[in-house]
Each structure stands twice: as structure tokens, then as C-alpha cells.
């Protein structure tokens, strides 16, 4: 989050009330440690006025306990800690992370400090930092169930198995009725492709907690990693938001959202709502946030989340683009204003607003993966090569990213390697649907005779068409049809979908398909995998 680089100063009760100075304008302890940082506070324009009291009241604390001599630096640890509380409650979050470290520098023995600075780095992406200061907390109490929980989170969105497991065992361990343990240790299981352990755990999640909407996508992956799709699109269906979480009960963090009132209680209960699948709630929630604080991105982003969850588009685009121009380094905003636009077709406005997601949250893999999306669509493969790799090395539970990656390789002519990619995947993410379709296109129509394979692209086609009966199957049906041979068979499912792309008077499907149908009625099979104007729609 950008904010301005001001300091409040001046304590309760000086003449003149308080004023907002630069940190230049404010005259440093003369004996200040080297190793403390400025706090550069957000400018109280447009602040709510709790907030700005708050902030005012932990600022003049500090400075008071700067000024007292001799120094005591454990009181003065707690002002510091106090004050980034309230900034990282309110998610000013450049002025809470100064705050809340040197009150860490000052008191290495309060584990409060390095928690709340692990949820701080977690909260706008930067997870390796968020481990850090998650262990550092972890040593400080090895018992806590709530640390252990959002260590292992961390280690499991940076794709850090092996350490993940032994936090997951000791919180199920700790407390066996907890979703939040259950639900990391579904997602450790799903991250080793365990689908049936995955699918244990998670339904013991919900079993403790019915509300937690969060369970139900990873659980539909893990019912599609056992080939049960009836209940994966029951999961589906209820699935929460993409970035929803099951939280573990977090006496710390619940510190935090008391320390601030007005829009952090209003942001706690429209998350709340999110998670539950409450949209309207969690509208009237955020929208009265962001009328209490105009300037918290945050609440911008998490309005336009909820409205868009309920098809008012436009309106989400509004609140997303807001929460770019209050908060400009918040990564999640850009992203979600840049889904937006990608599905608008605005692709290049859609890969400044990922590039500005992944240069703001380097580890932010989806954002990575919609950026190396892009660059296919454009047409710049060597950057969306390069994208998605980077993406198999951060997330490897990302099936997406080697089937991008192979679709990229075959529009290089790299056929063989396309080939040998999407062959890897598929062992690795048995039940994801669009490998297996992708290897079927390339083993049906690729230009190269050595990589060909009609038989196994007709068995590939026939399998995914029990799950998927899309136009995109359909076609790539046709093109196995008449790689074996059977033209008469393949124009007929070709017919077949064009009567059904001119009913939805599709007329540039309609065109496309046409030209396959006179190669297939002529006794010709297809060479061309994809299309540069159709390979945006290559199966994912």
C-alpha cells in the first residue's frame, strides 16, 4: 500500500492541538538506537476519525517513551508493537511493517511482534518473508495452534511440502476438531496428490465446521483427482472466493481487529460473509467500510471481490480501479482488475495490471500464471515460456502452468516437447481434464509425423468427452476421427458443431469450423493444433 510519508507528532495536550509533519519536520531522540526505522504514518485526509485518534494516540506513546530517560526499552517496544497493532488493524500496512519490527528489534522475547509481522507480509504476498517471521514466532511458542496453522499455510502457497507436514501433524494432533488443521492437512495431502487422504481431510473440515466455503474448491480438485466429477461439481458450485481461507481460532489476531473500530469491524464481518458465501452481506458490509475509509484499499478490492461474485461487473471494475489509485502497490487489486479486463478482451490493459501484480508480490504464482496467459495471447511466447516456468518452480500444484507451457511449445513448432510435457503432467494431476484434451489436439494435428498418434489421440478425446462436451472437445473429436482415418465420422461431428455454433450465431466459430469440415469432407486430417486467434481458448 502507498501511502504519504508524514509523522504525526505532538502529544495529548500541547497547545495548538496536533499536527501531521514529515518525519523530517520532527526532531529525532538524540539518542535513538541506529537500528530503529522511521515510521512514515499515512496522511490523516480522508481517514476515519477513530482511526486518526487511535494512530495519534500509540504515535504520541512512542515519542514519549523515545523522550524518557533513562530509556526503558522494553516500554518502548510496546508503544512501537501498539502503534503498528492499530496501523496493521487499520492495513496500513508500510507504516505498520516499520513499526511493528523495531518493536521486534527492541523486545526479541514477545512473540507478538514477529507474528503479526508474519500476517502483515502475508497479507499483500510476500510469503517467504511471512515464514520468516512465522518461525521466529514459532520459537517464541511452540505450542501455539494458531501459528503453526498460518506457518504451514505459508510453506503450502510457496509449495514447501516437507516442512509443511510436520506443522500440519502436530496441529491435527493439537487439536483434532479443528478445521483449520483439517483444512492445511487436506491441502498438503491434495499438494501430493493423496486424493483420498485429501478428501478425508477436508470433509473432516467441514464436518467441524459446516460454514467454511473455503473447503469445498481444493475438495472438488481432490473428488477430480479420484475421477469422481459428480462430486467435484457439487463442490464446485459452493465453492468460496479464490483467496478464502479456513482461519484458525487466533486470540492475536482477534487483538487486532478490536484495537481498531469503524471499517476494520465492518472488513471482519464482510470477510466473514465472503467465506461463507454471504455476497449481498458482504457487500453492504464493504460498501460501508469503504464509505468509513475511502482511502483503504483493501476495502475497495474485497467490495469489488463480493460484486463481482454476484455478476455486477461494471461495479467491481469501479471498486478494483479504486483500490489501484488509493493503495498502487496492492498486488491483489491489480490482479482482480486485470481478470476483468482479460475477460473483456482488453489484453493488453489486463498484462499491465498482472506485471504490476507479480512487481509489487514477486511470489504471487496465480498472477504469474495470468501474466505468462497473456503473453501467449499476444503473441510473446519466449516471456510466456519463461512465466510459466517460473510458476512450476513456485506452485507445482498449479496443473495449469505445464499445460501452458506445453500449448506455448507447440505454437513455437516444439511438438515433441509439447508432447513429452503434457505426458509429465498428466501422471502428475491424474484427474485434471485439459492435459489430457491438449495431448489428444497435438498427438491428433501436429505438422510433425514423429509425433503423431491418432490411436491414442482418439482413447485421450473419448475419455475427456465423458467429462467435458464442450465445442473445444468436440473438435478436437473430429480432428482424432480423421487422423485414423474415419473422414465421413468426422464431418458429421463437425456438422454437428457448427449447427450448434449458428444457433448461437458464434459466426467466427462458425466460420473456423467450417474449414476443418471441408478438409475432412475432401479426406484431409487437420494440421493446425491451434489457431493463433482461438488459443486463448486452448483447454485449461
Request: glycine share 6%; proline share 5%; net charge neutral.
Given at each position: 500500500?502507498?501511502?504519504?510519508?508524514?509523522?504525526?507528532?505532538?502529544?495529548?495536550?500541547?497547545?495548538?492541538g496536533c499536527g501531521w509533519l514529515s518525519p523530517a519536520d520532527a526532531p529525532p531522540a538524540?539518542?535513538?538506537?541506529?537500528?530503529?526505522?522511521?515510521?512514515?504514518?499515512?496522511?490523516?485526509?480522508?481517514?476515519?476519525?477513530?482511526?486518526?485518534?487511535?494512530?495519534?494516540?500509540?504515535?504520541?506513546?512512542?515519542?514519549?517513551?523515545?523522550?524518557?530517560?533513562?530509556?526503558?526499552?522494553?516500554?518502548?517496544?510496546?508503544?512501537?508493537?501498539?502503534?503498528?497493532?492499530?496501523?496493521?488493524?487499520?492495513?496500513?500496512?508500510?507504516?505498520?511493517?516499520?513499526?511493528?519490527?523495531?518493536?521486534?528489534?527492541?523486545?526479541?522475547?514477545?512473540?507478538?511482534?514477529?507474528?503479526?509481522?508474519?500476517?502483515?507480509?502475508?497479507?499483500?504476498?510476500?510469503?517467504?518473508?511471512?515464514?520468516?517471521?512465522?518461525?521466529?514466532?514459532?520459537?517464541?511458542?511452540?505450542?501455539?495452534?494458531?501459528?503453526?496453522?498460518?506457518?504451514?499455510?505459508?510453506?503450502?502457497?510457496?509449495?514447501?511440502?516437507?516442512?509443511?507436514?510436520?506443522?500440519?501433524?502436530?496441529?491435527?494432533?493439537?487439536?483434532?476438531?479443528?478445521?483449520?488443521?483439517?483444512?492445511?492437512?487436506?491441502?498438503?495431502?491434495?499438494?501430493?496428490?493423496?486424493?483420498?487422504?485429501?478428501?478425508?481431510?477436508?470433509?473432516?473440515?467441514?464436518?467441524?465446521?459446516?460454514?467454511?466455503?473455503?473447503?469445498?474448491?481444493?475438495?472438488?480438485?481432490?473428488?477430480?483427482?479420484?475421477?469422481?466429477?459428480?462430486?467435484?461439481?457439487?463442490?464446485?458450485?459452493?465453492?468460496?472466493?479464490?483467496?478464502?481461507?479456513?482461519?484458525?481460532?487466533?486470540?492475536?489476531?482477534?487483538?487486532?481487529?478490536?484495537?481498531?473500530?469503524?471499517?476494520?469491524?465492518?472488513?471482519?464481518?464482510?470477510?466473514?460473509?465472503?467465506?461463507?458465501?454471504?455476497?449481498?452481506?458482504?457487500?453492504?458490509?464493504?460498501?460501508?467500510?469503504?464509505?468509513?475509509?475511502?482511502?483503504?484499499?483493501?476495502?475497495?478490492?474485497?467490495?469489488?471481490?463480493?460484486?463481482?461474485?454476484?455478476?455486477?461487473?461494471?461495479?467491481?471494475?469501479?471498486?478494483?480501479?479504486?483500490?489501484?489509485?488509493?493503495?498502487?502497490?496492492?498486488?491483489?487489486?491489480?490482479?482482480?482488475?486485470?481478470?476483468?479486463?482479460?475477460?473483456?478482451?482488453?489484453?493488453e490493459a489486463a498484462l499491465a495490471r498482472y506485471q504490476a501484480a507479480v512487481q509489487h508480490?514477486?511470489?504471487?504464482?496465480?498472477?504469474?500464471?495470468?501474466?505468462?496467459?497473456?503473453?501467449?495471447?499476444?503473441?510473446?511466447?519466449?516471456?510466456?515460456?519463461?512465466?510459466?516456468?517460473?510458476?512450476?518452480?513456485?506452485?507445482?500444484?498449479?496443473?495449469?502452468?505445464?499445460?501452458?507451457?506445453?500449448?506455448?511449445?507447440?505454437?513455437?513448432?516444439?511438438?515433441?516437447?509439447?508432447?513429452?510435457?503434457?505426458?509429465?503432467?498428466?501422471?502428475?494431476?491424474?484427474?485434471?481434464?485439459?492435459?489430457?484434451?491438449?495431448?489428444?489436439?497435438?498427438?491428433?494435428?501436429?505438422?510433425?509425423?514423429?509425433?503423431?498418434?491418432?490411436?491414442?489421440?482418439?482413447?485421450?478425446?473419448?475419455?475427456?468427452?465423458?467429462?467435458?462436451?464442450?465445442?473445444?472437445?468436440?473438435?478436437?473429436?473430429?480432428?482424432?476421427?480423421?487422423?485414423?482415418?474415419?473422414?465421413?465420422?468426422?464431418?458429421?461431428?463437425?456438422?454437428?458443431?457448427?449447427?450448434?455454433?449458428?444457433?448461437?450465431?458464434?459466426?467466427?466459430?462458425?466460420?473456423?469450423?467450417?474449414?476443418?469440415?471441408?478438409?475432412?469432407?475432401?479426406?484431409?486430417?487437420?494440421?493446425?493444433?491451434?489457431?493463433?486467434?482461438?488459443?486463448?481458448?486452448?483447454?485449461?
Open positions: 500500500m502507498t501511502i504519504r510519508v508524514l509523522a504525526l507528532v505532538g502529544a495529548m495536550g500541547l497547545s495548538g538524540a539518542d535513538a538506537p541506529a537500528t530503529l526505522r522511521a515510521v512514515p504514518l499515512p496522511s490523516p485526509a480522508g481517514m476515519h476519525e477513530l482511526v486518526a485518534e487511535q494512530i495519534q494516540e500509540r504515535y504520541a506513546a512512542v515519542e514519549r517513551e523515545r523522550a524518557r530517560t533513562p530509556r526503558d526499552t522494553r516500554a518502548l517496544a510496546g508503544a512501537y508493537g501498539e502503534l503498528g497493532t492499530v496501523l496493521l488493524g487499520a492495513r496500513y500496512f508500510d507504516a505498520a511493517e516499520p513499526a511493528l519490527s523495531n518493536a521486534a528489534a527492541l523486545d526479541a522475547t514477545d512473540r507478538r511482534w514477529p507474528y503479526y509481522l508474519g500476517h502483515l507480509h502475508r497479507s499483500v504476498g510476500h510469503l517467504r518473508m511471512s515464514a520468516e517471521q512465522f518461525e521466529r514466532a514459532l520459537s517464541l511458542a511452540p505450542a501455539d495452534v494458531a501459528t503453526i496453522v498460518w506457518l504451514a499455510d505459508t510453506y503450502l502457497a510457496e509449495g514447501r511440502t516437507d516442512p509443511a507436514q510436520p506443522l500440519v501433524e502436530r496441529a491435527v494432533e493439537a487439536d483434532p476438531q479443528s478445521a483449520a488443521a483439517r483444512y492445511q492437512a487436506g491441502r498438503l495431502a491434495l499438494a501430493r496428490r493423496e486424493y483420498k487422504e485429501a478428501v478425508r481431510q477436508f470433509e473432516l473440515a467441514l464436518a467441524a465446521d459446516p460454514t467454511a466455503a473455503a473447503v469445498h474448491y481444493p475438495l472438488a480438485m481432490a473428488y477430480r483427482g479420484l475421477g469422481d466429477t459428480a462430486r467435484a461439481d457439487r463442490h464446485l458450485a459452493r465453492r468460496a472466493r479464490d483467496n478464502a481461507m479456513v482461519s484458525p481460532v487466533d486470540p492475536l489476531m482477534e487483538q487486532v481487529a478490536r484495537s481498531v473500530g469503524g471499517p476494520l469491524a465492518l472488513e471482519v464481518r464482510g470477510v466473514e460473509a465472503l467465506n461463507r458465501g454471504d455476497w449481498p452481506a458482504a457487500i453492504e458490509a464493504f460498501r460501508e467500510g469503504t464509505t468509513l475509509a475511502p482511502r483503504s484499499g483493501a476495502l475497495h478490492h474485497r467490495l469489488g471481490t463480493a460484486l463481482a461474485m454476484t455478476g455486477k461487473l461494471d461495479e467491481a471494475r469501479r471498486a478494483f480501479e479504486t483500490a489501484v489509485t488509493v493503495s498502487p502497490r496492492y498486488a491483489r487489486a491489480h490482479y482482480s482488475l486485470g481478470l476483468l479486463l482479460e475477460e473483456r478482451g482488453d489484453h508480490a514477486p511470489e504471487y504464482a496465480q498472477a504469474r500464471l495470468r501474466l505468462a496467459d497473456v503473453f501467449r495471447r499476444l503473441g510473446r511466447l519466449d516471456e510466456a515460456l519463461a512465466e510459466y516456468e517460473r510458476v512450476m518452480q513456485m506452485d507445482p500444484t498449479l496443473a495449469e502452468a505445464p499445460l501452458g507451457r506445453a500449448i506455448t511449445l507447440a505454437r513455437t513448432g516444439k511438438y515433441a516437447e509439447a508432447r513429452d510435457q503434457l505426458t509429465d503432467a498428466m501422471n502428475a494431476h491424474p484427474g485434471h481434464v485439459g492435459l489430457p484434451h491438449a495431448l489428444a489436439r497435438i498427438l491428433a494435428a501436429a505438422p510433425d509425423d514423429r509425433v503423431r498418434d491418432g490411436q491414442r489421440a482418439l482413447r485421450l478425446v473419448e475419455e475427456v468427452l465423458k467429462k467435458d462436451q464442450s465445442t473445444a472437445v468436440g473438435e478436437t473429436f473430429a480432428m482424432a476421427l480423421a487422423e485414423v482415418g474415419k473422414f465421413e465420422a468426422a464431418a458429421d461431428v463437425q456438422r454437428t458443431l457448427i449447427a450448434a455454433a449458428r444457433q448461437a450465431k458464434a459466426t467466427a466459430l462458425e466460420r473456423r469450423l467450417q474449414e476443418d469440415l471441408r478438409r475432412y469432407e475432401a479426406g484431409q486430417p487437420s494440421r493446425t493444433v491451434w489457431r493463433d486467434e482461438d488459443v486463448g481458448d486452448a483447454p485449461r
